[in-house]
């Protein structure tokens, strides 16, 4: 290349060629400008023009300035990235870099600016973005829900409609006549209920707490199975009808001594199930076994108010009666009662409001019926086993397993609530010893025996010192004289003034179990008390003598053998020693206000 007014020397010197190498990778004569005109025009014009040797190289000055500025203009504003790097493309092309504004000499001086600089925690995000662009895309697993069609955020009208639970009231009254409106759901079985019952009123879960279905208006009452709903029991109800809050100790009795419950005579068994009296629950829970219960019973005639005495069958298709003698034969067999839409209650007042031959009546209600005696199905037994028995079948048939579930599900329990169900001692409790203060110093009584001395004597001490405050005229309610006449009004086993026929009732109601019990004051002695107790489904009286020694005030059972300070040492003594009673005392009659 050859340029007019120019020595090839120049061009070709070692020197120029490396800066234009280093400057930039384009050749110069892509770039075009004012401060640098295109080379046929430079031509031109000298070619018209002399050849002003002087110009020329002031021109060429210029130029190769140009030259320079141009190439620095473009590695500088090379774009970069958000992180200060160059970008990794192809530079721009020729006609771009042409269309950029000549900057001024004061730009040109101004040209270095500051960059900015992202936060740290930016450029790392951005670093790691980079980082991970160059991997391998993993598919997306679920495509469909992040189309535009179908997007990840559910729709409103997706899901279906929220069921609101169903909540209602529930009245439930103790045995003193206090209640208590009890909110529950739908699906609120009887055990929960009584389990909040007795959180709410204070009382000992013992498991045998039961809600109980009373209808007044007919004189029938049942204790609801523990799986059972309320809500659901309480819609077969009548506007009269409410629920009891009662103990019954006999729910689950006859898991304990079937034999007691089930009198041998009155179980029969089928030829195919082999049965016997060991295997007696086994074979009621069982479904394929068919046990059955028979024995006479008074049954009244519906629509009318006479009895008739009736051979009876129970089976698990329901009860029958036979129309000649005591013969089982299938066409002597008349159905009485179905055993699934049904329940067994026991009558309050059967001789009173149904004219019952005796005490022991009982009833098979259909759950249809709410307010009419006319469907009802009336029996009666002899006594209180053959009545027990009867209704306890009746709930063995119709629910079998449950009723064994309902019964373990205390029962597993006490493993892991046993160290909390007896009180522990502390630690400060175990570590008490005795002591002797007689003398100037205290020390301690290593010797039981001299230590048991001790006590009596301190106790001797201790009632001398509350019979002189006495004669002194004190009115200390710690007096022996007041304190064994009232101290036992405040136990649960003490109902006062109650008839004989109530306290009967009372026991009958929370179950005829061997040591059930309560006292109350005697009716025939104002002095003396009652003390009414359960054996072998039996209720017995049996009288709390007064009586004084040496101006001393002492209870006794056996004629003054035994004599106890109060009453409740009374009672300690005979839940530990049976002494002249038939059985211990084991569980006492209690009444809660909810």
């Not at 590695?75 to 990235?81: A, I």
């Not at 009982?362 to 002899?382: D, Q």
């Not at 101006?551 to 300070?565: A, H, I, Q």
Request: glycine share 6%; net charge neutral.
């Amino acid at each position: 290349m050859a340029v007019a007014g120019c020595p090839d020397s120049f061009l070709h010197h070692p020197y120029y060629q490396d800066q234009a190498e280093q400057t930039s990778p384009h050749p110069p004569q892509g770039l075009a400008g004012p401060a640098f005109p295109a080379q046929s025009e430079r031509l031109a014009n000298h070619q018209e023009d002399d050849v002003d040797l002087e110009a020329l190289v002031n021109d060429m000055s210029l130029s190769l300035e140009s030259l320079c500025s141009a190439c620095g203009m473009q590695s500088e504003t090379t774009p970069l990235l958000q992180n200060g790097q160059h970008a990794r493309g192809p530079p721009p092309p020729s006609a771009a870099r042409s269309n950029q504004p000549q900057l001024s000499p004061r730009q040109k001086v101004q040209r270095s600016q500051p960059v900015h600089i992202l936060a740290a925690r930016r450029l790392q995000e951005e670093d790691q973005q980079f980082r991970t662009s160059s991997l391998p895309a993993i598919p997306n697993p679920f495509p469909e829900l992040c189309g535009p069609e179908s997007p990840p955020v559910l729709a409103p009208g997706s899901l279906p409609p929220r069921q609101d639970v169903a909540k209602q009231d529930v009245r439930v009254f103790s045995e003193d006549g206090t209640s208590r409106v009890v909110e529950i759901l739908a699906d609120t079985t009887a055990r929960d209920l009584c389990q909040w019952l007795v959180y709410r009123s204070h009382c000992v879960d013992d498991n045998s707490w039961a809600l109980v279905e009373c209808h007044p208006h007919l004189g029938l009452e049942r204790c609801l199975e523990d799986h059972e709903l309320v809500a659901q029991v309480e819609g077969t109800m009548a506007s009269e009808s409410k629920f009891l809050f009662r103990k019954n100790y006999a729910k689950y009795e006859f898991f304990k001594n079937p034999t007691n419950f089930f009198p041998e005579q009155m179980v029969t068994w089928c030829q195919q199930s082999n049965g016997s009296q060991s295997q007696l629950l086994q074979t009621f829970l069982n479904t394929s076994s068919c046990p059955e219960i028979q024995g006479f019973l008074h049954v009244r005639e519906l629509g009318r108010r006479s009895w008739k005495k009736l051979y009876v069958c129970l089976r698990r298709s329901g009860l029958y009666h036979s129309t000649k003698g005591a013969s089982k034969e299938p066409r002597h067999l008349q159905l009485l009662a179905d055993l699934e839409d049904s329940g067994m209650f026991s009558l309050t007042a059967g001789r009173k409001q149904y004219g019952a031959p005796t005490d022991f009546g009982f009833c098979i209600k259909p759950n249809k019926v709410r307010s009419e005696a006319k469907e009802l199905r009336l029996l009666c037994a002899e006594d209180e086993q053959g009545r027990t028995c009867w209704m306890t079948a009746f709930r063995l048939l119709k629910y079998g397993v449950l009723l064994y579930e309902n019964y373990r599900v205390p029962q597993q329990r006490k493993p892991a609530l046993s160290p909390f169900s007896t009180p522990v001692r502390s630690v400060s409790e175990n570590s008490l010893v005795a002591m002797d203060f007689s003398g100037q110093t205290g020390r301690v009584i290593e010797n039981p025996a001299e230590a048991q001395s001790a006590a009596l004597e301190e106790g001797h001490a201790w009632r001398k010192r509350s019979t002189r405050l006495g004669a002194l005229g004190s009115q200390s309610p710690l007096l022996p004289s007041t304190l064994s006449t009232v101290i036992h009004r405040t136990q649960h086993w003490f109902h006062g003034r109650i008839s004989r026929e109530e306290s009967h009732r009372l026991i009958k109601q929370q179950g005829l179990v061997d040591g059930l019990f309560l006292l109350r004051d005697s009716q025939s002695n104002p002095k003396a008390f009652v003390l009414t107790l359960c054996h072998h489904q039996k209720i017995k009286n049996f009288q709390i003598l007064p009586c004084e020694e040496d101006g001393k005030l002492f209870f006794s059972l056996d004629e003054g053998k035994t004599r106890f300070s109060d009453l409740i040492q009374l009672v300690d003594f005979y839940q530990l020693n049976r002494g002249v009673l038939p059985c211990k005392l084991k569980h006492h009659c209690i009444r809660v206000a909810l």
